[in-house]
């Protein structure tokens, strides 16, 4: 049975290479600097959120459960506010249509809009929502797709392990 797998890790490791988006960084590899246009506020530079961690969450209007994790990551951000930074970031085509979905979302961290694929290529956010946990220096710890609920007790110990922070040190508010 090791054999068998050890044949097909072989077998598809290059695939998943290959595979892999065009300008994409790794985990464990820093994040490139790159300008982001603001859907909440004005645009910004994405290492002006580093100094800290920073949680990154790549998502798009029509995408049902990326509406239904955002609840998760507002409370999240709020309860770790002062330990880490959230931002999300929308692939959508159409600013209107990111807008109405940061309405419904009603979020208080701040959004960006992805024109030029510059931060879903980065990324390799070819499925979402992607929710990527960075390092206060910018590089990539975790990529994780698909939804969550984020501020769950086993969520919330994860990021607490993978920022370094101590367990339980969420401010609640």
């Not at 994040?31 to 100094?51: C, D, N, Q, V």
């Not at 085509?93 to 961290?109: K, V």
Request: net charge neutral.
């Amino acid at each position: 049975m090791k054999k068998l797998l050890f044949t097909l890790m072989l077998a598809l490791g290059p695939a998943v290479v290959v595979a892999a988006t065009p300008g994409e960084v790794a985990e464990g590899r820093k994040l490139r600097e790159i300008s982001m246009h603001g859907l909440t506020g004005e645009t910004k530079a994405l290492s002006t959120f580093l100094g800290k961690p920073l949680i990154i969450n790549v998502w798009a209007s029509y995408c049902p459960p990326c509406l239904a994790e955002m609840g998760s990551l507002d409370r999240l951000s709020r309860m770790y506010r002062d330990r880490f930074n959230v931002i999300g970031v929308s692939i959508d085509d159409y600013r209107d249509r990111a807008l109405r979905f940061l309405e419904q979302a009603n979020t208080a961290f701040p959004h960006f809009i992805d024109h030029r694929l510059g931060i879903e290529n980065m990324l390799g956010a070819n499925r979402i929502p992607l929710t990527v946990l960075v390092d206060a220096d910018g590089r990539i710890l975790h990529k994780v797709y698909g939804a969550r609920q984020w501020d769950a007790p086993d969520a919330v110990l994860a990021i607490e392990r993978a920022f370094g922070l101590g367990v339980g040190d969420g401010e609640r508010h």
